[in-house]
């Protein structure tokens, strides 16, 4: 059974662009979290999906945004990129109701 | 308040010794549950091991426990016989009747040779 895909895997970018990050998850889970991991912050949950309906959103500005499709797999797009913006971004995916989430590998995104 | 509380930011025990990591959470949903990851420094979140609100048992899977207590609100990780490889970050993460998902801070492990 395939696992989490979550490509690409490393991404350089500049100040001011913008970037989308893809998830595909787990064949049959409905639900897909995104959280962004660093250093200093830890594992922060950024917002999730389940049948293209986000239900649940962190506490991130409106520059992080996300959409799901009808297959389940989802995308996640940050604007006018901070250096700040430089971390681990990490997908699950779940059947939802309290079953466990099921991580990709993550995109490792530089901003230069 | 719904939250997840890992007391041991770092953690040193000796190769093949058992190792319990801490972790308590709180939360007024009657139904929930509680999961373990492991994040080695590749990066990857490797999922461990879950036990739900209203399971009796313990859940065990391979060397690694839960010893899951509801009146205290804890659901510590147990590792038993330690290996080298088992070195690595690991989260306290507990899901709620609306999906969401709350970790914990982390305890970093280091197995000693």
């Known amino acids: 059974k395939a696992g989490v895909t979550q490509t690409p895997r490393y991404l350089i970018k500049t100040r001011g662009q913008q970037v989308t990050l893809s998830c595909s998850p787990i064949?049959?889970?409905?639900?897909v979290s995104w959280y962004q991991q660093t250093p200093g912050q830890g594992l922060q949950f950024l917002f999730e999906?389940?049948?293209?309906?986000?239900?649940n959103k962190g506490n991130f500005p409106g520059r992080f945004s996300g959409r799901q499709f009808s297959n389940s797999r989802s995308e996640m797009n940050v604007s006018t990129l901070e250096l700040g913006d430089s971390a681990l971004y990490l997908c699950?995916?779940?059947?939802?109701?309290?079953?466990?989430?099921?991580f990709g590998d993550g995109t490792r995104l530089s901003i230069l | 308040a719904q939250k997840i509380t890992q007391t041991q930011p770092g953690m040193f025990v000796q190769e093949k010794e058992a190792v319990t990591l801490d972790c308590t959470y709180d939360?007024?949903?009657?139904?929930?549950?509680l999961f373990w990851y492991k994040q080695p420094s590749s990066g990857e979140m490797i999922f461990l091991i879950y036990?739900?609100?209203?399971?009796?048992q313990n859940a065990t899977e391979g060397r690694y426990s839960l010893n899951f207590q509801k009146a205290r609100k804890s659901a510590n990780l147990v590792i038993s016989a330690s290996q080298l490889g088992d070195s690595a970050m690991y989260f306290c993460?507990?899901?709620?009747?609306?999906?969401?998902?709350?970790f914990g801070k982390g305890t970093r492990l280091h197995i000693l040779p």
């Open positions: 699950a995916s779940s059947f939802g109701g309290n079953q466990p989430q099921h």
């Open positions: 064949s049959g889970h409905r639900s």
């Open positions: 999906y389940f049948s293209e309906t986000q239900r």
């Open positions: 939360t007024s949903d009657p139904s929930y549950g």
């Open positions: 036990q739900g609100s209203y399971d009796q």
């Open positions: 993460a507990m899901s709620l009747r609306d999906d969401k998902i709350i």
